[in-house]
Every structure is written in structure tokens, then in C-alpha cells.
């Protein structure tokens, strides 16, 4: 069992910042990978950024430049700074953690946090 909770959204001018923050409790791995998936209305959820263990990230071009993701992996806590923020970037972030039992992989989800960029 693992939960996942998301903060650090809210309403943001264009060109503003905001970091999210997610921490992660419950049954842990040490090898995992934490992400950042967006979805604003009537569009598909689609992935923002992730990054494992090891410090390997992966970005959408949308928020490349703009957006770092990090981990503490001994806080299993997973951030997103994103700078530079655009109306675009407007939508419920979600915060995931997938790994692999001896089974199939695992993946869970936070409830997700609002984040508006607006004038």
C-alpha cells in the first residue's frame, strides 16, 4: 500500500512560478520512479515529467527549459519546479510512483493538485 500526496499548487500569473512537492509513504521500494502527469479539461492525461532512482529524467517537450523534476529518495519525495509558467500549463497535476513487484509493475496516483496560470 502506498499513498501519494501532491501540494504546492495554486493560481499563478504568466511567467510565474510554482514547485510542487510529493511525498510518497507506505510500502516503498529503494528502486522506483516518481512523475508528474498533467490533465486539463477535456483532454488526456498526459505525462509532464518522471525521474528514477538514479537520477534519470524525462521531460515533455511542452515544459522542457521550463520545468525540473527531482527526488529525495530517502524521503521518497518527489518535487517540480516549474518556472516560466504559461495558461497552457493550466491543469490538475497528478503526482505518480510506479515499481515492480516479483508480479507485475505497480503504479499510484495522488488525488492531484490544481495548478492555474492565469491574468
Known amino acids: 500500500q502506498v499513498q501519494l500526496v501532491e501540494s504546492g499548487g495554486g493560481l499563478v500569473q504568466p511567467g510565474g512560478s510554482l514547485r510542487l512537492s510529493c511525498a510518497a509513504s507506505g510500502s516503498i521500494f529503494s528502486i522506483n520512479t516518481m512523475g508528474w502527469y498533467r490533465q486539463a479539461p477535456g483532454k488526456q492525461r498526459e505525462l509532464v515529467a518522471h525521474i528514477t532512482t538514479g537520477g534519470s529524467t524525462n521531460y515533455a517537450d511542452s515544459v522542457k527549459g521550463r520545468f525540473t523534476i527531482s527526488k529525495d529518495n530517502a524521503k521518497n519525495t518527489a518535487y517540480l519546479q516549474m518556472n516560466s509558467l504559461k495558461p497552457e500549463d493550466t491543469a490538475v497535476y497528478y503526482c505518480?510512483?510506479?515499481?515492480?513487484?516479483?508480479?507485475?509493475?505497480?503504479?499510484?496516483w495522488g488525488q492531484g493538485t490544481q495548478v492555474t496560470v492565469s491574468s
Open positions: 505518480n510512483l510506479q515499481q515492480v513487484t516479483a508480479y507485475r509493475s505497480n503504479n499510484y
